[in-house]
């Protein structure tokens, strides 16, 4: 059952959908648990051992400790790699907010990596008609924060001549061929299978309703005729976090009725809240999140002030039984952000001895986030209108098939 829809979740379970998720342990999600609910395949070392083979590029360090950690047919894109055959990245962002947080950089990180190791184009969706219909916005206030999440992303420094970034608004009233697939898919979802899927009740909108066809067309290489010449037979690969895996267990199942082929997908964990594993980071939150535009003041408060700790409650207790870094937010983060493998076991041993407090490891936290924030902001400022302007306007991208 490797596409079927999730079942509704159980009262005992993790909520996990594309809006909430709440675990009911201070771990966080159960993701093992996760993988059999949704159908997916862990991620084996195997896998990223014959992707090294490939490549001869080392895995990224998100890959090696399982942050992303499912996937669904990644083996067939490394066959394709091998065979010399094309493929195309795809991933996206909600623009909700001015300012991107910590979490929302996750996909994109990774998503960097695969374009440099695998050398092929990317396409980036910016739903801000999602968060029009999902959100209190208006469409011209969602369609601006598209165009500032735009900068944060072009920041990460993907290459212009191999990334398409667009807007939903702009792309779908330009495209007659993306409009022709969100038909297409339309047509092959029913009202109660939509339901199903995602939960959606009786009062909600019909935009939400029809939603999910948006965010599926990208998967389909027919989409974007100015890049792959109107092909109808390239798959992409697209990392997300393992919330959005329901648009794609529908787009999986759609697939093979439009005679595309099935997009493939790798998963990642969630990046927790600085109050605990059990929820995620919000953007209407402050407190719950570190945001790119934070000072090395404020990085510095929020770590110190709200990040939950898994150590003792007192110096003696600490230093006699240890800290517990399944729940401590500040080891969570250093296993997202801190690349040395090396130093990260290191801190894990000391930690969990008593040997290191959880000041101190606070500390080793903020003295890696304050820099990576402040480059950050530093490339942000550099990225100009018309560097937006170039990333967004639909172009043959340096793509060999």
Same mark, same amino acid.
């Given at each position: 059952?490797?596409?079927?829809?999730? $079942?509704?979740?159980?009262?005992?379970?993790?909520?996990?959908?594309?809006?909430?998720?709440?675990?009911?342990?201070?771990?966080?999600?159960?993701?093992?648990?996760? *993988?059999?609910?949704?159908?997916?395949?862990?991620?084996?070392?195997?896998?990223?051992?014959?992707?090294?083979?490939?490549?001869?590029?080392?895995?990224?360090?998100?890959?090696?400790?399982?942050?992303?950690?499912?996937?669904?047919?990644?083996?067939?894109?490394?066959?394709?790699?091998?065979?010399?055959?094309?493929?195309?990245?795809?991933?996206?962002?909600?623009?909700?907010?001015?300012?991107?947080?910590?979490?929302?950089?996750?996909?994109? =990180?990774?998503?960097?990596?695969?374009?440099?190791?695998?050398?092929?184009?990317?396409?980036?969706?910016?739903?801000?008609?999602?968060?029009?219909?999902?959100?209190?916005?208006?469409?011209?206030?969602?369609?601006?924060?598209?165009?500032?999440?735009?900068?944060? *992303?072009?920041?990460?420094?993907?290459?212009?001549?191999?990334?398409? =970034?667009?807007?939903?608004?702009?792309?779908?009233? $330009?495209?007659?061929?993306?409009?022709?697939?969100?038909?297409?898919?339309?047509?092959?979802?029913?009202?109660?299978?939509?339901?199903?899927?995602?939960?959606?009740?009786?009062?909600?909108?019909?935009?939400?309703?029809?939603?999910?066809?948006?965010?599926?067309?990208?998967?389909?290489?027919?989409?974007? #005729?100015? =890049?792959?010449?109107?092909?109808?037979?390239?798959?992409?690969?697209?990392?997300?976090?393992?919330?959005?895996?329901?648009?794609?267990?529908?787009?999986?199942?759609?697939?093979?009725?439009?005679?595309?082929?099935?997009?493939?997908?790798?998963?990642?964990?969630?990046?927790?809240?600085?109050?605990?594993?059990?929820?995620?980071?919000?953007?209407?939150?402050?407190?719950?999140?570190?945001?790119?535009?934070?000072?090395?003041?404020?990085?510095?408060?929020?770590?110190?002030?709200?990040?939950?700790?898994?150590?003792?409650?007192?110096?003696?207790?600490?230093?006699?039984?240890?800290?517990?870094?399944?729940?401590?937010?500040?080891?969570?983060?250093?296993?997202?952000?801190?690349?040395?493998?090396?130093?990260?076991?290191?801190?894990?041993?000391?930690?969990?001895?008593?040997?290191?407090?959880?000041?101190?490891?606070?500390?080793?936290?903020?003295? =890696?986030?304050? #820099?990576?924030?402040?480059?950050?902001?530093?490339?942000?400022?550099?990225?100009?209108?018309?560097?937006?302007?170039?990333?967004?306007?639909?172009?043959?991208?340096?793509?060999?098939?």
């Amino acid at each position: 059952m490797a596409d079927n829809e999730a $079942s509704p979740n159980p009262v005992e379970d993790d909520v996990v959908d594309p809006w909430n998720v709440v675990s009911k342990s201070v771990k966080g999600v159960d993701y093992d648990k996760l *993988i059999k609910r949704f159908g997916s395949q862990k991620i084996e070392v195997a896998l990223l051992e014959r992707m090294e083979m490939l490549t001869g590029k080392p895995p990224h360090h998100l890959l090696k400790r399982g942050v992303f950690f499912s996937q669904r047919d990644l083996s067939q894109v490394l066959d394709l790699y091998e065979k010399g055959k094309p493929f195309f990245l795809y991933t996206g962002r909600g623009p909700s907010s001015e300012a991107m947080h910590l979490g929302h950089l996750i996909p994109f =990180i990774i998503t960097k990596y695969l374009q440099d190791t695998f050398n092929v184009p990317l396409v980036i969706q910016l739903t801000d008609d999602e968060k029009f219909l999902w959100k209190d916005l208006t469409v011209e206030e969602a369609h601006r924060l598209a165009y500032e999440n735009a900068k944060d *992303i072009i920041a990460l420094g993907f290459d212009v001549n191999k990334t398409f =970034i667009f807007s939903d608004i702009d792309y779908i009233g $330009s495209s007659s061929a993306f409009y022709m697939n969100m038909l297409r898919i339309q047509r092959c979802v029913t009202y109660n299978q939509v339901k199903g899927i995602f939960g959606f009740g009786d009062s909600d909108c019909i935009g939400k309703i029809s939603f999910p066809a948006i965010q599926a067309a990208p998967s389909f290489s027919s989409s974007f #005729p100015h =890049i792959f010449g109107g092909r109808k037979d390239i798959p992409c690969l697209i990392p997300c976090a393992i919330d959005q895996d329901p648009y794609f267990r529908m787009t999986r199942d759609v697939a093979p009725r439009l005679g595309y082929p099935k997009p493939a997908l790798i998963h990642s964990q969630f990046f927790p809240a600085l109050q605990g594993a059990q929820t995620k980071m919000s953007a209407s939150d402050p407190n719950s999140s570190i945001f790119l535009t934070d000072s090395d003041k404020q990085v510095k408060t929020k770590i110190n002030k709200y990040a939950y700790s898994g150590g003792g409650s007192s110096v003696e207790e600490h230093r006699k039984t240890g800290g517990n870094c399944d729940v401590d937010i500040a080891y969570q983060y250093l296993t997202f952000f801190l690349e040395d493998d090396e130093k990260l076991q290191q801190l894990k041993q000391d930690y969990s001895s008593g040997k290191l407090l959880t000041g101190e490891l606070k500390k080793v936290l903020i003295e =890696i986030l304050q #820099p990576l924030i402040k480059q950050h902001k530093e490339r942000r400022a550099a990225v100009t209108d018309e560097t937006v302007k170039e990333y967004m306007t639909p172009r043959k991208l340096a793509f060999d098939y």
